[in-house]
């Protein structure tokens, strides 16, 4: 049964749409020019949309809440060493006519389609299609990149306004991130989740000025990022801690040295806490407090960008409850921050 | 044209294209936005001309609207998988041309529900396909049809230039013979003839 969707009357043109999934709504915008400017007209707002960069392929995916986990799958493009001619079609993306063809991908794929083309074109693909995706909508979403592979780190160039990025491959040079962050300079937020090896960062390093920022294994990095962080929200999994380094960040910020911005710190340890440290003089040292029921709200709240865009595991973006926390005053001001210690975490929340 | 019953018994008379009319009950009418905005408040003295949608085409509408008149109130759209054994009956039994007269009225009437389910159906159908396919399901022209049409019209549209030229230039020539005096007209032609007259003569 087909069906004349020009002539058939614009609300319910609309109504079809709505009615589709985003993946479904981006081969239709691919339809015609027509089409294009219908999706137009249903004026999706996602709030977030995100390339995956790997190898050979790239994924679109939009997310119209702060939560990763309704994030919409989009598009899938992935380019090929050859296409037998009589599968190959021709499509407008971006504003552009390019060679391609869709391949029917497995029932268990959350692709129903993947866009193929000729390997030569990848770059010129890219840019087009964040052309295209740009257009459909009515707003102008935050641009997301995941980095599945280090070969597509020079390619992820080609994208536009990029404010948080995830470093998912499994080995990365403290260089590349370099180089990549002085290509995409309005960076907001970094996750670094590979392996890092080469130059240690310094206080000049644009990584640790980023407004949030969470490694996966700091290792033996642990105080130099620490030391050298100057941004709002630290993240530090699987880290080395040290006495010396958690006292110089509480001292640093008490005296207000430095940390001016720091809205938290979070680092977590493989081994369990007590056994590693011992709080005690710590905490004397810079008169920490139990906290009264007065100087302070009792729940924190993680500034959701944050939590949303960089992946924070451990804690949901909900209050949390800070009753059991110490309190640590700021010299010769009104600013509080507070300090829990378990056996899995340190976390250091300062209060606005 | 009511039967002045209880309100809920109330009928009204529907007039198609055909100029046939049938009954509706005002339950099933308040379904329709349309209705309730046009008629409902102030009454209809006589059918109620629907005359763009044929007797077919309104009676399923309106038999869908019985159907729903104790369904609780629409709450958005519903997924095909969930549509009841009745409803699922109903859609099949429509050939294309019925369905998409349905979907016209129905857009035409307001009625959410309805329109909705239709919708749904079309949306349905281009699931699962590509591009291309779904090209086919829309029925729309191709990217090969759209640059015949282009350079038929394009065609059609240097013909036009040209014949507009010429037509230009047809006027200009007899405006310039209009705008001549007719004394000047006289003696252009004089010489004309005189210099006719005169290579004849060296000939």
């Known amino acids: 049964m087909s069906f004349h969707i020009n002539r058939s009357p614009f609300l319910v043109q609309i109504e079809v749409l709505k009615q589709l999934e985003i993946n479904e709504i981006f081969l239709m915008s691919l339809c015609s020019r027509k089409m294009k400017t219908l999706v137009q007209r249903i004026r999706l707002r996602p709030k977030k949309i995100r390339y995956s960069l790997d190898d050979n392929e790239t994924q679109v995916s939009v997310g119209f809440t702060e939560s990763d986990e309704k994030l919409h799958h989009m598009a ?20 552009e006519r390019i060679e391609c063809r869709y391949s029917k991908n497995s029932l268990t794929e959350v692709f129903t389609f993947t866009l193929e083309h000729l390997e030569e074109n990848d770059k010129n693909v890219l840019a087009l299609l964040q052309n295209h995706c740009a257009r459909l909508f009515s707003n102008k979403p935050r641009i997301q990149l995941e980095i599945y592979s280090v070969a597509t780190l020079m390619l992820s160039g080609i994208i536009n306004d990029v404010k948080d990025t995830s470093f998912i491959c499994e080995k ?18 970094v996750q670094v989740r590979s392996r890092c090896q080469g130059r240690v960062f310094t206080k000049k390093s ?25 941004g709002r929200f630290l993240l530090l999994q699987n880290s080395v801690l040290c006495y010396q380094q958690w006292s110089e960040v509480i001292r640093k910020w008490k005296n207000k040295e430095a940390y001016h911005k720091l809205h938290a710190m979070i680092a977590n340890n493989p081994k369990p806490l007590p056994n ?15 906290w009264d029921g007065s100087r302070r709200p009792q729940y924190f709240k993680l500034d ?6 960089i992946h924070f595991p451990q804690c949901d973006p909900e209050d949390i409850d800070c009753t059991d926390w110490l309190d640590i005053e700021q010299d010769g001001g009104n600013k509080w921050a507070s300090i ?4 899995a975490q340190i976390r250091f929340f300062v209060w606005n | 044209m009511t039967s002045p019953a209880s309100s809920s018994e109330v009928k009204y008379l529907i007039e198609s294209s055909e100029g046939n009319t ?44 019985e159907h729903s008149v104790n369904e609780e109130n629409y709450s958005g759209p519903k997924h095909q998988d969930d549509l009841s054994k009745w409803d699922l009956n109903f859609f099949n039994e429509m050939d294309q041309k019925m369905f998409i007269d349905v979907i016209n009225a129905s857009n035409f009437l307001d009625i959410e529900r309805l329109t909705s389910y239709c919708c749904e159906r079309i949306a349905r159908m281009l699931r699962g396909k590509n591009t291309q396919e779904m090209i086919k399901v829309i029925t729309l022209p191709t990217a090969e049809e759209l640059e015949a049409k282009q350079k038929v019209e394009e065609k059609k549209a240097a013909a036009a230039k040209k014949v507009a030229e010429k037509a230009a230039e047809t006027a200009e020539k007899t405006e310039t013979l209009e705008e001549l005096p007719v004394q000047q007209l006289v003696q252009t032609t004089r010489n004309k003839l005189t210099r006719k007259y005169l290579s004849f003569s060296n000939e």
């Not at chain 1, 899938?76 to 504003?95: A, C, N």
């Open chain 1, 206 to 230: 644009k990584l640790l000025k980023m407004d949030g920022l969470s490694i996966l294994r700091t290792g033996a990095m642990t105080p130099t990022i620490m030391h050298n962080f100057s």
């Open chain 1, 304 to 309: 959701p960008k944050f939590v949303e865009t």
């Open chain 1, 172 to 189: 990365l040079n403290t260089s590349e991130i370099r180089r990549y962050l002085r290509m995409h300079s309005n960076h907001e937020s």
């Open chain 2, 22 to 65: 049938f009954d509706v009950s005002g339950a099933a009418l308040r379904q329709s936005n349309t209705f309730n905005a046009m008629f409902l408040n102030i009454g209809a003295d006589g059918p109620i001309p629907f005359t763009d949608y044929n007797e077919a085409t309104l009676k399923k509408v309106f038999e869908y609207c």
């Open chain 1, 340 to 343: 829990q210690m378990t056996a």
């Open chain 1, 76 to 95: 899938k493009v992935k380019h090929v060493s050859y296409i037998p001619v009589d599968e190959m079609t021709s499509q407008q993306l971006g504003g």
């Open chain 1, 276 to 290: 590693v440290l011992n709080w005690i003089p710590l905490l004397r040292e810079f008169n920490a407090l139990h």
